[in-house]
C-alpha cells in the first residue's frame, strides 16, 4: 500500500445459483498515504434475493385437514351430510365451498367432495431470506511528534432481512345448528387467506474506535478505546385471529355467515426492539521483564474496562413486556513467555504462563489461567503442550434478548417420526449460569522434507466443559425426557410449540486428535534482463521530451524485472473424534453422540473428517481448491424409526488472475494494470447431504434442497486499482 499516494479500488461480484438466491456486491474504497499519515473510506453493499420452497424441489407439506383460499370443510364425525353424500353416492367427508358462501346449498358442493383443494404455500416460504446490508467505514491515522501513532476510525452498518413461514390461515368449528349451515354435523372451516406469515428484521449499529500507540522506557504501550451501538427492530406475524367472530358462530348468531370471516380476520403481529450499547477502554504495555542466558523474557499486561447495557421491548395482543440487562467488566490479564534452555544447535525449550481476572457486575469474580511448554530438540522436530482452565459468563445477548415466537416453523419430530411445523421460541434465558471448561492440548510438527518442504503435523485436544451453555439442542427423545417444559403438544401428541432458547446442560466432554501432511514448494525465479523498453516508458519519454525541449532528457530505463517462480502449497487433514459424551441434566445417563446427528444440526455427529487444501500461484495467475469429506452419522433412534445420513464430498474452486506491471496487454492498454479478474465456484461437486427416514425417503424439512438450497453456484468479482 506504501507504494501509492492515493488509490481507489472497486469491486463487483455476482453469485448466481438458480431462480432466486442471486447474490450482488460492490464494493469502493479510498486509501490515501502520504509520509506517516493515512486516511481510508470504505463502503460495501451486499444483496440477495429471497430463494422460497417452489424454486427448489421441496415437496408440499401433506395435512389430514388442508386448508384452501377458498375455504374447505371436514367433518368432525362420520359424513358431513347424509344429503349430501345421497348425491355424490359415497359417505363425504371433506368439500371445497364456493366463492359465495352467502346461500350455501348442498349441490354446490358436489365437483369438489373428497377432494378439497390445496392452496400451495410453498412460493411464500423461503429457503434463503431476502437480504439487503450496506457499510461504510473511514479511519485516519497520524504519528505526531515521532513517538505517538492516533488512529480514529468509524464504522456504519445497516442491514435488512425478510423471511416468511408460509401463508395465514384461520380455522375453527361451525355447528351444525347454525341457521346457514347446510351440514347435519359440526364441520370444520380451514381457510387460507393470502397475508405472507413474514417476519421483517432490521438492524442498525454504529461504532466509534480511537487508539494511541507509542514506546516508553523499553515498553510498547496503547491505548484502545470504542463505543458500540446497535439497533434492531423486527416484526414478526405470528398468525392470524377471529376471536369475536368465533363467539358469534358459536351463539347461533343468524346475521353473519359462519364460512366467510371477512374483515373479522385481525392479523396478530409482534414487535420487538432492542437496542444495546457497548463501550470499552483497554490498556496494554509489552516488554522484557529480565535477560537470561537463554533469552528474554517478555509479558504482555492489559487492563480492560468495559460496560454493556441492552433494553428490549416486546408489543403482542395490547400487551408489552420490557426488560433491561447492564453489564460492568474489569478485567486483567498478564501473560509471561520465559525461554528455558537454549542450546548452540539452537534447541529450545519455552514456557508460556498467562492468567486472567474479571470482575462482573452480574457473575462477580471469573477466573482463567493456562500454561505451555514448547520444545524444539532440532530445527525438524517441535512439540509443545498446553492446559487451561477457565470460567465464561453468557453474554448479553444470550440473556437478554426478547423472547420471539415464529409460527410454521418445520422440524423433525423424533418422538412421532414425522415433519411438523409448530411454533418456535427464541430468545434469551436470565437464567444462565456461567460455563466452566477445561481444555488440554498437545500437538507436534516434524519436518520430513526440506526441499521441497513436507511436514508431519499431530493434534491432540481434550475438552471438559460443566454446565455448557448451548443452543437447545431442539429435538430428541432423551432431550425431552430432561428438558419436558421446553416441549407443548396436543392431546394426540403432536407438536405445537418448542423453545430454543439457550441453556446450561450439565456437561459435555470431548476428545479429538487430528494429524496433517503439509507440502510447499516454489519452483526457481527466472529473471528477465532483456534489456527492452517497455511501450508505457517509450511514451512516457516522448511526451517529456515533447514538453521539455530544452532540458537534458533522460532515457527510459531498461526493465530489470525479477520474477517468482510457481507456488504450490497443500494441506491434508483427517480429524477423528475420539469423546464426544454429553449429559443434559444431572443424575441422567450420559448419551454417546459419536457418530450421531441431531435433527437440528444434521451435519454434526460425524466421527471423521478429511479435509484437502491446495494453492497454485504464477505470476499474476492464482487457483485455490478446498475440498472435505465428511463421515456419515446416524441419528438419534425415535419410536418411529431413525434418520440415516449419507457421507458428504464437498468443493470450493477460485480462480484469479492480476494484472501487473509486466502482465500481457499492459503495455497497450495501461488501464488493465492494477485489474483483477476472480471466479469461483462453490460446491463445486453439486452434492447436497442424504437424508432417509426408515420408509428410505427424505423427510420433509430434511429434503437436499432444504438442507442446501443453493447447491452449486458461481461467483465472478472484478477488482480495479486506480493509481
Do not use: C
Amino acid at each position: 500500500f506504501t507504494a501509492f499516494s492515493r488509490f481507489i479500488f472497486t469491486g463487483y461480484g455476482e453469485d448466481e445459483s438458480g431462480e432466486g438466491g442471486e447474490v450482488s456486491q460492490a464494493d469502493l474504497g479510498y486509501l490515501r498515504v502520504q509520509g506517516s499519515d493515512r486516511a481510508s473510506i470504505d463502503l460495501n453493499y451486499d444483496a440477495q434475493s429471497p430463494l422460497h420452497d417452489s424454486d427448489r424441489e421441496v415437496p408440499a407439506r401433506s395435512r389430514n385437514r388442508p386448508g384452501s383460499l377458498a375455504g374447505n370443510v371436514f367433518s368432525t364425525s362420520g359424513e358431513l351430510s347424509p344429503e349430501l353424500s345421497a348425491i355424490v353416492g359415497v359417505p363425504v367427508q371433506a368439500a371445497t365451498l364456493p366463492s359465495d358462501t352467502s346461500d350455501l346449498s348442498l349441490a354446490s358442493l358436489v365437483n369438489t367432495a373428497n377432494a378439497p383443494e390445496v392452496t400451495d404455500v410453498r412460493p411464500f416460504r423461503t429457503l434463503l431470506a431476502d437480504l439487503s446490508e450496506s457499510t461504510f467505514a473511514g479511519a485516519y491515522s497520524k504519528l505526531f511528534a515521532d513517538r505517538v501513532t492516533a488512529t480514529l476510525s468509524a464504522d456504519f452498518e445497516e442491514q435488512d432481512r425478510i423471511t416468511s413461514q408460509g401463508l395465514g390461515e384461520v380455522s375453527y368449528r361451525v355447528p351444525a345448528d347454525h341457521p346457514s349451515s347446510p351440514f347435519s354435523t359440526d364441520a370444520l372451516f380451514v381457510r387460507v387467506l393470502p397475508i405472507p406469515l413474514e417476519r421483517t428484521q432490521e438492524q442498525v449499529s454504529y461504532r466509534f474506535n480511537a487508539s494511541f500507540l507509542t514506546a516508553w522506557r523499553g515498553l510498547d504501550l496503547s491505548w484502545l478505546s470504542s463505543y458500540l451501538i446497535e439497533d434492531r427492530e423486527a416484526s414478526t406475524l405470528r398468525g392470524l385471529a377471529v376471536g369475536d367472530f368465533i363467539d358469534q358462530v358459536n351463539s347461533l348468531d343468524p346475521a353473519i355467515d359462519p364460512f366467510n370471516p371477512g374483515s373479522a380476520v385481525v392479523p396478530q403481529a409482534q414487535l420487538d426492539s432492542a437496542r444495546s450499547s457497548t463501550w470499552s477502554s483497554e490498556l496494554l504495555a509489552r516488554g522484557v521483564l529480565s535477560d537470561l542466558a537463554s533469552g528474554p523474557v517478555q509479558f504482555s499486561a492489559r487492563a480492560q474496562f468495559r460496560g454493556e447495557e441492552r433494553s428490549a421491548t416486546t408489543l403482542f395482543d395490547a400487551s408489552e413486556n420490557f426488560s433491561r440487562v447492564e453489564r460492568n467488566v474489569t478485567e486483567l490479564r498478564l501473560n509471561v513467555d520465559a525461554p528455558l534452555y537454549r542450546s548452540l544447535a539452537n534447541a529450545w525449550l519455552s514456557l508460556n504462563v498467562n492468567g486472567e481476572l474479571a470482575d462482573y457486575s452480574d457473575f462477580g469474580l471469573l477466573s482463567s489461567l493456562s500454561g505451555g511448554l514448547t520444545w524444539r530438540p532440532s530445527k525438524r522436530l517441535r512439540l509443545s503442550g498446553s492446559l487451561s482452565r477457565e470460567e465464561i459468563a453468557p453474554s448479553v445477548e444470550q440473556l437478554g434478548i426478547p423472547i420471539t415466537r415464529v409460527p410454521n416453523r418445520r422440524t423433525f419430530d423424533l418422538a412421532t417420526g414425522t415433519t411438523t411445523e409448530a411454533i418456535e421460541v427464541s430468545g434469551g434465558n436470565p437464567d444462565l449460569r456461567a460455563e466452566q471448561r477445561q481444555v488440554l492440548n498437545l500437538n507436534g510438527r516434524l519436518t520430513l522434507l526440506r526441499q521441497p518442504n513436507v511436514q508431519l503435523t499431530m493434534d491432540y485436544t481434550q475438552s471438559l466443559s460443566e454446565d455448557p451453555i448451548q443452543r437447545f439442542p431442539q429435538q430428541g427423545i432423551e432431550v425431552e425426557q430432561a428438558f419436558p417444559e421446553r416441549y407443548l403438544r396436543d392431546e394426540q401428541g403432536a407438536l405445537i410449540e418448542f423453545d430454543t432458547r439457550p441453556i446450561n446442560l450439565d456437561e459435555l466432554r470431548r476428545n479429538e486428535f487430528r494429524w496433517g501432511l503439509r507440502f510447499w514448494h516454489q519452483w526457481a525465479k527466472k529473471k528477465d534482463r532483456r534489456g527492452e523498453y517497455s511501450q508505457r516508458e517509450k511514451v512516457s519519454a516522448r511526451d517529456t521530451a515533447g514538453s521539455n525541449s530544452g532540458a537534458k532528457q533522460r532515457s527510459p530505463s531498461k526493465r530489470k524485472t525479477s520474477e517468482r517462480g510457481a507456488r504450490l502449497r497443500l494441506a491434508l487433514n483427517h480429524s477423528v473424534t475420539l469423546v464426544d459424551n454429553l449429559t443434559f441434566a444431572s443424575g441422567q445417563e450420559t448419551i454417546d453422540l459419536i457418530g450421531t446427528a441431531n435433527a437440528g444440526r444434521p451435519r454434526d455427529g460425524s466421527q471423521h473428517l478429511v479435509t484437502l487444501r491446495g494453492s497454485l500461484s504464477y505470476r499474476g495467475f492464482a487457483a485455490r481448491l478446498t475440498t472435505s469429506w465428511r463421515e456419515a452419522p446416524v441419528a438419534s433412534s425415535s419410536r418411529a424409526g431413525s434418520l440415516r445420513y449419507g457421507s458428504l464430498l464437498s468443493g470450493d474452486l477460485n480462480l484469479s488472475y492480476t494484472f501487473g506491471r509486466s502482465a500481457p496487454w499492459v503495455d497497450r492498454m495501461p488501464f488493465f494494470e492494477g485489474t483483477r479478474f476472480n471466479f469461483a465456484v462453490y460446491n463445486l461437486f453439486d452434492t447436497k447431504p442424504s437424508v432417509e427416514d426408515q420408509f428410505g425417503l427424505a423427510p420433509l424439512g430434511f429434503t437436499a434442497d432444504e438442507l442446501t438450497p443453493r447447491g452449486r453456484h458461481f461467483e465472478l468479482a472484478i477488482r480495479k486499482v486506480f493509481q
